[in-house]
Each structure stands twice: as C-alpha cells, then as structure tokens.
C-alpha cells in the first residue's frame, strides 16, 4: 500500500485577493514535477506563497490557471490521497488522542475493529501510548505534533504535504521531530511536500529543494540536496554546511527583497 | 470535600446575612410591615402557596412558556446564526434585521405578540423566542465564524463531505459562544416571562405576583418573587454545570 504519488505542477498562478485593499499576485507561473516517494522541501521567505502552493495541491484553495495533476488526475478538491500536517496542529480540540486519530480511519469507513487497531498502532508509533484519552490542549507542543502526524499517516495518504510542521516547536523538539519524521519516512517512503523557511531544515530532511522567491512567489531554483546517508551526523560534515551556505544565499537575496516590498 | 462545602458556605453567606438582616429590620418594625413582611412570614405563605396548589399551578404554566420559548430559540437561533456564517447572501440579508432588532426593548412587543396571538400561551412564548432568539443567534455566528480554516480543511482532507464537516468541525466551533449566548438568553427568558405574564395574564408566576400585590397579600407576593429568584439561580447553576460538562475538552 505505498505510495505511488506523482505530483506535476505545471505553470500556476494563484492571486491572493484580501476582503479590503487591492489584490497581490501571490504565485507566479510556476511549474515543479514531484517523483513518487521523494521528499522534496519548499524553501522561501515568508510571504513567498510556498503554504498557498501546499495548499493548492491539497485542493483546498482554486487554481485559477494551469493544473496540478496528482497521479495522471487534476487536482479538484481535497481527498485523503494527500494528507495534510498544519504549523498549528489543526487536532480537533473537543476531540481525545485517539478520537482525533480514529476520525480520519471512520470517514474511510473502516470497520470498527480494523479503526482500533489502527489507531492504536499508530498511537504507539509516535510515541503518544498512555495520552490516548488526552485532550489537546493537556499536550505539550510535540506531542500535539506527534498526534497529529499520526492522525494524517493512519489513512495511509501517498503522499504526505507539511506546512512548516515544526515551525511552532522550541529547538530541540524540533530536531528530535525531524529525525523522527526521516525514521518514519524512511520505512514507508511517501512522496513528502515539505514547507519551510528553514534552511537546515531543508538541507537535512528533503532529497530536493526547490527555493522560491518573493512576491510573486516563483520557483527560483531547484537544488539537490541526496546524502549518503541521513542520519544526524551529517549535520556536522563540511558538505552538509556548503550546501546550507548555498541554499542560504539564494534564500538571504528573496528575504531581503521581500522585507523591502513589505516595507518594513 | 469538607473544604468545598465551606467555601460554597462562604460564598452564599451573604445571603444569609442578608436573610437575617431582612427578618431583624420587618420584626423591629425600622420599615412598614405592610412594604416588608418579616421573611418567617413569607416563607409561611410560600408553604400556604405550596400547599394549595397556585404555586404550582402558575409555575408549571411559566415554565411551560419558558421552556418552550427558549428551546425556539435556541433551534432556530443557533441555526440560523452558524447558516449566517456559512453563506454570505443569508448574513448579508439577516444581519442587519439583527442590528436593528438587538436594541429593541423586547418588551415594548408585548401588546404586539397579544395582538398577534392573544392572551395565552402563544404570545409569551413568542416573545420569548424573540427576544431570546437574539443572543443566541449572534452566539452561534459569532462561534461558527471563529472556527479554524485548518480544523475545516483537515476534516476535508480526511474524507469528510461538506455537511459533514458542518456538523464534525463548524459546530462544535461555535459551542462555547453559542453556550454563552444561551446563558443570556436563559436570563433573558425569565425577565419576558415575569414581565409579560405581569402585564396580560390570567396564569402564572408574574399574574400571581401582580395579584396578590393588588389585593394586599403582600407575604404571598413577597413568597413567589422569592420562588422565581431561586428558580432563576438554580437554572443558571445547572447551565454552567451542563457547560462545564460540555466544554470539558478546554483547559
């Protein structure tokens, strides 16, 4: 059951219209081909529309032109073939752990037996075992993470998109995260859509990076970024930091172009 | 245990004090005792009520029109609220009956809901629901409108259908300030009812008020003021145990 996702960009443009004030050209013809079971990072400035471009092919916001084909199929709407994990969590409040978890299994329309033990498998996977009848709100920021990544990973979507899923989390949860998610992804590849502003954030987790530039948010150059191997070791070798360096200076020019048209 | 109860103790003590001061001040005749029966005497008029039968009689009719009017109000309110918040035509066509309507002294409707639908049971469970409908109403889309463009794409991506996701994600959005909406219009249902029944009415805690006021019964009216008071406190008490129930998934 891994995945097969294959997601083709081709020359999409999305404008950002604000209830008051004039409309900002948030995309810009932009054209990227994901392989299937490649982790590839979205990496730009804040404001470059890297989480619209998320979006969009999570079917959650129109595209008002070019397509976005997922498997051969244009994108429509949402569907549980591309799961989806928010900066802020986005669990259910009123929902425990395991109710959260077992949603997704339910709207599949598993049977009940199958939804439990699925559930609690993946409960046990990240770690949550003994908080499965927490509310959200009794959960540190990691854990919240934990469970809503597992919530996304139980319908077992092929391809997996993140919006800056550690972005919320102090430093060393954030690291401990991203080896984790490595682990996870590692035994069962997903075609993995990472956004991020981070850079070693980028270098350390995706096979590619794609670097976008400010508005209008473009794709400015796709770099990169296959190790030997990943584990966080790597970190501290001389080719890890060149390629952080690389990355860096194209990302430095667009945050300082988009702090100008920002004006701020 | 010990120390919940003594705090509930120290927390209504005002209200014996209050109690007490009541009693000294009729007994020491400080005002008219016809302005201020003694409390000993309205709580034996209350048993007298009690015991004839008017009290319950009259309360079981109120609480019928409260009842009735407030859950109108909640059923509609709370769906026309969360639909106003869903599409735009409906929030762009009701929102500004609201504004107008909210300000409204709802009693000044009274002779209009008589007008409309007579002296019973009809025209104070429709002022009711009018009146009540209101807060509820900007509860519920104040709630629906706060709920996370995440929480609902989450839903959607997990294979939840549209209406679906209403019920699974805009609804329980919308619940805390929907309950807060109902919390004042409980208030506010017992005010329409008191005041209405006062006004046009041959049933009643507030025709019961007004008359055993206008024939000098003054322990007896004293003794159901007292009865629609405590019943006004307890319902609220029981609501927030119901909220606290509800809304246990909150810090």
Redesign the interface.
């Not at chain 1, 709407?77 to 549980?80: H, S, T, V, W, Y």
């Not at chain 1, 259910?92 to 929902?95: D, E, M």
């Not at chain 1, 509310?135 to 009794?138: F, L, V």
């Given at each position: 059951m891994d995945g097969q996702g294959q997601i083709v960009i081709e020359g999409v443009n999305h404008t950002y219209r604000p209830p008051r004030g004039r409309a900002v050209l948030a995309l810009s013809n932009i054209s990227l081909e994901i392989r299937p079971r490649e982790f590839l990072a979205l990496l730009g400035p804040s404001g470059c529309g890297k989480s619209t471009l998320l979006?969009l092919v999570?079917?959650?916001l129109p595209i008002e032109r070019g397509r976005i084909l997922v498997e051969g199929k244009p994108v429509a709407?949402?569907?549980?073939d591309?799961?989806?994990v928010?900066q802020?969590f986005?669990l259910?409040?009123?929902?425990s752990v395991r109710a959260n978890i077992l949603?997704?299994l339910e709207?599949?329309g598993l049977p009940r037996p199958e939804r439990e033990k699925r559930a609690q498998a993946f409960i046990d996977m990240v770690g949550l075992r003994g908080f499965e009848d927490s509310?959200?709100?009794?959960l540190s920021g990691g854990m919240k993470q934990r469970a809503a990544i597992a919530?996304t990973l139980a319908?077992d979507p092929s391809i997996l998109l993140m919006d800056e899923p550690f972005g919320a989390l102090d430093a060393q949860t954030r690291s401990l995260m991203q080896t984790e998610l490595l682990k996870i992804w590692q035994r069962s590849p997903k075609t993995v859509i990472f956004v991020t502003h981070d850079v070693q954030e980028a270098v350390y987790l995706a096979e590619r990076v794609a670097v976008m530039s400010a508005r209008p948010g473009r794709v400015k150059a796709i770099v990169e970024t296959k190790f030997p191997n990943r584990d966080p070791s790597i970190l501290r070798t001389k080719e890890f930091a060149e390629k952080v360096d690389e990355l860096w200076n194209m990302v430095r020019d667009e945050a300082i172009k988009a702090q100008e048209i920002t004006g701020s | 245990m010990t120390s919940g109860v003594l705090k509930a103790v120290i927390r209504y003590l005002p209200i014996v004090i209050l109690a007490i001061a009541w009693e000294v001040i009729a007994r020491l005749n400080l005002v008219d005792s016809l302005a201020l029966p003694p409390l000993s005497k309205v709580a034996a008029a209350w048993v007298e009520l009690m015991r004839d039968g008017e009290l319950v009689d009259n309360g079981a009719s109120s609480l019928y029109r409260g009842a009735m009017g407030l859950l109108l109000a909640v059923a509609v309110g709370g769906g026309l609220g969360m639909a106003m918040a869903r599409w735009r035509i409906l929030d762009m066509f009701i929102n500004p009956l609201v504004e107008l309507f909210y300000p409204l002294p709802k009693s000044a409707l009274i002779p209009v809901t008589v007008l409309w639908l007579g002296f019973g049971d009809g025209s104070k469970i429709l002022l009711i629901f009018l009146g009540c409908m209101i807060p509820v109403t900007i509860g519920a889309y104040n709630g629906a409108r706060g709920s996370d463009h995440a929480l609902v794409w989450s839903a959607r991506s997990m294979g939840a259908g549209s209406l679906r996701m209403i019920w699974d994600v805009v609804v329980p959005s919308a619940l805390p300030e929907l309950l807060n909406g109902v919390r004042t219009a409980l208030a506010l249902a017992f005010i329409l009812l008191v005041s209405s029944e006062l006004i046009v009415s041959q049933k009643g805690f507030g025709y019961l008020i007004g008359y055993l006021g206008s024939t000098g019964s003054y322990e007896g009216m004293y003794a159901v003021v007292l009865t629609v008071a405590f019943l006004g406190f307890g319902a609220d008490r029981l609501y927030q145990l119901l909220i606290q129930r509800l809304l246990r998934w909150r810090e």
């Open positions: 979006y999570g079917g959650f709407k949402p569907g549980p591309r799961g989806i928010f802020h986005a259910f409040p009123w929902k949603y997704g709207r599949q509310y959200p709100s009794q919530r319908i | -």
